[in-house]
């Protein structure tokens, strides 16, 4: 079985497949002060999280396209392409919704969302064809029926990539050793994402389109925009089991397009913001357009 592995920056990072829980594919092995993790461990944790998987139990392919929808019901789908000389995209639609996406054409997969709900679905696969004009190569759909809708996030996915293996998963583990609760667990992990990451101005002014975060690099550098701060906080703690949003969308009286969090904790969604802690700003100045 393949999963997704993405190269970032020169960082590889794999995806182990170890044992099965509940029905779920999860990542269960021993991490000891993993290089890159911005710090040293204090001890040995035994990782378990859940990961997608590509069993190829349900699977729609042509033209070189191959999506695998086995899982749906855990709130992911799966994408690859064979190696095409132009830029791939990837859209995810329910509806009038829809979600695009990057697509390596390295015959290897992607991990998208399901982030809409339950529905019919449309996958589809398209290659540029000069310009910002796409031409579809392939497409499918699909039913999707969620028992919990909550459980999409998580999972990794390409804008939350991480793997059992992940330094980040494993200086989760460390922050929230002996916590017992869920809210526990958050404030320990957004103070530690907040005191410990510096906003990057540079990569803020120079950033192309495209961008996607990579956590060990983050991790190593202490550094990123706010969709690198979102990132890792999400996937911290998704790894502890705790369902985490990215979302994007705007933020007043800046104006400006930006990246935060809505975490699920005592029965509800809850906004928070470790790129603008502490700037004065409340809930409702955000109005969000995608989430991930």
Not at 41 to 64: F, R
Not at 108 to 133: C, F, H, S, W
Request: with cysteine; proline share 3%; charged share 25%.
């Amino acid at each position: 079985m393949k999963s997704r592995i993405r190269r970032l920056t020169g960082l590889m990072m794999v995806l182990v497949l170890i044992t099965l829980l509940s029905g779920c594919s999860c990542s269960n092995t021993t991490v000891i002060d993993p290089e890159g993790d911005g710090g040293n461990l204090s001890k040995d944790y035994d990782i378990n999280i859940l990961v997608p998987e590509t069993p190829g139990t349900t699977v729609y392919s042509g033209s070189g396209v191959t999506i695998d929808a086995s899982n749906v019901k855990d709130g992911y789908v799966a994408v690859k392409c064979e190696s095409k000389q132009n830029r791939l995209k990837a859209q995810v639609m329910l509806g009038d919704h829809s979600y695009n996406y990057d697509l390596a054409s390295d015959n290897e997969y992607d991990i998208y969302p399901l982030q809409m709900g339950n529905g019919t679905y449309k996958v589809r696969v398209l290659e540029n064809a000069g310009g910002t004009n796409y031409t579809p190569l392939y497409q499918a759909e699909f039913d999707v029926k969620m028992d919990d809708t909550n459980r999409v996030f998580i999972y990794p996915s390409q804008y939350v990539w991480y793997t059992g293996e992940t330094s980040a998963v494993a200086k989760s583990y460390e922050i929230c050793d002996g916590l017992k609760t869920d809210e526990e667990k958050v404030d320990a992990i957004y103070d530690w994402v907040v005191d410990n990451l510096t906003y990057d101005k540079e990569l803020a002014k120079t950033v192309e389109s495209g961008y996607l975060p990579d956590l060990e690099v983050t991790m190593k550098t202490k550094k990123g925009i706010c969709f690198d701060y979102c990132a890792l906080f999400s996937a911290m703690l998704r790894a502890q089991g705790i369902p985490t949003k990215l979302v994007i969308g705007k933020v007043q009286p800046e104006g400006i397009t930006h990246s935060w969090s809505q975490v699920y904790i005592d029965g509800k969604w809850k906004w928070m913001d470790t790129t603008m802690d502490g700037k004065g700003h409340k809930e409702s100045d955000y109005t969000m357009e995608k989430e991930y």
